[in-house]
């Protein structure tokens, strides 16, 4: 533990450096009458139109949008902090990666003078996973959370109806989607599944989960993890998920295909996913609540560092885009996203609109009922990155098996894995 609060306040004392720095060249960092917002992020291919809006509504500003591949965001700010380098004026910071950032004292506080963001207006449940270990407000995220999309055609075939109220009636719980996934595959001659892999029902599975997999640095394993790498072997020994890798193009393309019933489908996956590999699946498609309810999903927020050029333009940057009506509306029509902010939600016809692509049904109504439906969700930590690898790695070993395996036994490989890579963590008893 020492070493890791050394790391601390090196990475703090760098940023205090890169701080005064900041203040000593910021006149110099306009372009004519333009100051930059410089933003690291992955996620930049549906940014363009609604960076253009912006810097149309706030003539003072342009955006600057600097590519960072996700998995690298933690190390090029630690190493940039490190070095003295400057720090962009926006960071994204993926769910994963959030508690081991939110433990540097390096990040401002948006909900303190002089950027005043209301925190009262942020759906409750998000707030905490937003806050860093020191009390900072450091920023809003993405409302990631997801539902059930499925294909008429084959529901109709298999089950007899295509409406989403009947089908969640047919699956409240995971043991009647288990048990018709059974009879999917004798009808079908062991060719359809429910879905395309099991690290799809995983992350529904997860996401409907507020346990903790640590309590500081307890493991906590037994009530959160566990249980569902039992479900997962579960559906795969009876045959309910396909052998397709979690994520991946075959993946992908098998929304256009005849194979798979139900798809995991957060709100980004209507426009970046399903549409685009089912070109000629309009009306095909249905939404619906997964067996136990929605879910929340793993998201980036917005941090701005303290060593950050242009603070106030970043904050303005933020505070439009998750912080008020009209960036939301840039949000769920260029990003297919749903933002945090509370107004949003209690405008009945904001998250509300017909998608002929999925039989006209109002699918942003049902991600709208899914975010409010919510009261917490699994807090942060420190470990979270190492314990994601040792999870996927488990599931592969589930796929690669085909569930024979015990949930013990993955969950020792988890455990001793964890332990070799932070010796600070106590195994369950």
């Known amino acids: 533990m020492k070493g890791r609060k050394l790391i601390v306040y090196m990475m703090a004392a760098a940023m205090l450096m890169s701080s005064t720095t900041a203040m000593n060249v910021n006149a110099e960092s306009t372009d004519g009458d333009k100051t930059p917002i410089e933003i690291w992020t992955w996620d930049i291919a549906t940014c363009g139109e609604i960076n253009a809006i912006f810097e149309e509504k706030f003539p003072q500003y342009t955006v600057e949008m600097v590519p960072v591949e996700q998995s690298q965001i933690t190390q090029k700010l630690q190493t940039t902090l490190a070095s003295g380098g400057q720090v962009p004026d926006i960071c994204l910071l993926e769910y994963t990666h959030r508690g081991q950032l939110f433990q540097l004292d390096i990040w401002e506080d948006i909900s303190a003078e002089p950027y005043n963001f209301d925190t009262g207006q942020v759906l409750d449940w998000l707030v905490p996973n ?27 075939e298999y089950f007899g109806t295509d409406d989403p109220e009947e089908l969640q009636k047919m699956f409240p719980d995971w043991d009647s989607f288990i048990k018709a996934g059974e009879e999917v595959q004798e009808k079908s001659d062991g060719k359809v599944f429910m879905l395309p892999s099991i690290g799809s029902a995983g992350a529904i599975l997860k996401g409907q989960s507020q346990e903790a997999y640590f309590d500081d640095n307890q493991i906590t394993f037994n009530n959160s993890i566990k249980p569902i790498l039992e479900r997962l072997i579960e559906m795969k020994q009876k045959g309910v998920v396909d052998q397709i890798d979690y994520g991946s193009p075959e993946e992908a393309a098998s929304c256009g295909k005849n194979d798979h019933i139900f798809f995991e489908c957060p ?105 409010n439906s919510i009261k917490g969700v699994r807090p942060l930590n420190n470990y979270d990155e190492d314990f994601e690898d040792s999870y996927t790695l488990a599931v592969k070993t589930i796929n690669a098996s085909d569930g024979d395996i015990t949930a013990d036994e993955l969950v020792d490989t988890m455990v001793d894995e964890l332990i070799n890579k932070h010796p600070d963590l106590i195994p369950e008893t």
């Open 130 to 156: 937003e806050t860093d270990d020191f009390g900072a407000y450091v920023g809003p995220e993405y409302v990631s959370i997801g539902a059930l999309a499925y294909k008429r055609d084959m529901t109709l």
């Open 267 to 371: 709100a980004w996956a209507l426009s970046q996913l399903i549409k685009p590999n089912d070109p000629e699946g309009s009306g095909r498609w249905g939404l619906m609540l997964p067996p136990g309810g929605g879910y929340a999903g793993t998201s980036a927020s917005m941090g701005i560092p303290k060593g950050a050029l242009n603070k106030e333009g970043a904050a303005e940057y933020i505070k439009f885009f998750q912080g008020t009506m009209e960036g939301g509306e840039l949000i769920r029509d260029y990003k297919s996203s749903l933002i945090p902010y509370k107004p949003a939600y209690e405008d009945p016809a904001f998250y509300s609109q017909t998608d002929p692509f999925f039989g006209d049904q109002d699918v942003w109504s049902v991600f709208a009922g899914v975010a």
